[in-house]
């Protein structure tokens, strides 16, 4: 969406190792969420945050209001990773969904 | 975790009739959405609900309706499908207006 620029929109990673994925926001955001969604189309909750950094075993991610971003790191990518990773952003009296960015982990 | 169900799964349609997407939850969370996800891209905003029949138009609300009586139960209606409304429909849910939200499994409809 216009308010939510994220970023790469594909990327490939071999089992094991790591990246970032990344949400700009062009407007001051409350809040923002991170999503995957598998293969079999279910969008899964990963991370909900008004500020501050988040870490649930292999993924971390950190929301930036001041500086309008949000990054989602991914480490020892498994192949299970694999789908596609969307931020929302809560503005206030919206939520702004970005375009995805479509993850492959290969052997 | 809260649990949001959606009927049916897949529906297959012809241009013209009628169609009726159903979305509930079992926490009485106020508010709700209705999105559509169409291929390779993010999700699109078509109704959203604070409480009973208290709804507000998203960003594409043009071709659907939506009808809110139990705080349990969102609907999403199409009078004559359109081809073009060929789609993943979700429904949402949050903790409070504009919080957490949390999606159910979709619903697949073709439009033929």
């Known amino acids: 969406g216009d308010q939510v620029e994220q970023s790469p929109s594909a990327l490939s990673l071999h089992e094991g190792t790591g990246s970032a994925l990344r949400c700009n926001f062009t407007?001051?955001?409350?809040?923002v969420q991170w999503f995957q969604q598998n293969s079999r189309g279910s969008l899964i909750n990963l991370f909900y945050?008004?500020?501050g950094t988040k870490e649930n075993g292999r993924l971390k991610s950190t929301f930036n209001s001041k500086e309008s971003y949000s990054t989602l790191h991914i480490r020892d990518a498994q192949l299970e990773d694999s789908g596609t990773y969307f931020c929302?952003?809560?503005?206030?009296?919206?939520?702004?969904f970005g375009d995805g960015t479509q993850l492959v982990v290969k052997p | 975790d809260m649990k949001v169900t959606q009927m049916p799964r897949y529906l297959i349609k012809r241009m013209g009739e009628n169609v009726l997407l159903e979305c509930g939850q079992d926490?009485?969370?106020?508010?709700m959405y209705w999105y559509r996800q169409d291929p390779g891209l993010g999700l699109q905003l078509i109704y959203i609900?604070?409480?009973?029949?208290?709804?507000s138009e998203g960003d594409i609300p043009k071709g659907y309706r939506v009808s809110r009586k139990k705080r349990e139960h969102f609907s999403l209606i199409l009078d004559s499908a359109k081809t073009n409304q060929t789609s993943v429909y979700f429904c949402?849910?949050?903790?409070?207006?504009?919080?957490?939200?949390?999606f159910g499994p979709g619903t697949r409809l073709t439009v033929l």
């Open positions: 929302a952003a809560e503005a206030e009296n919206r939520i702004f």
């Open positions: 407007t001051t955001m409350r809040a």
């Open positions: 945050l008004a500020s």
């Open positions: 926490m009485s969370h106020e508010t």
């Open positions: 609900s604070y409480d009973v029949d208290s709804n």
């Open positions: 949402a849910i949050d903790r409070g207006r504009h919080a957490e939200q949390f």
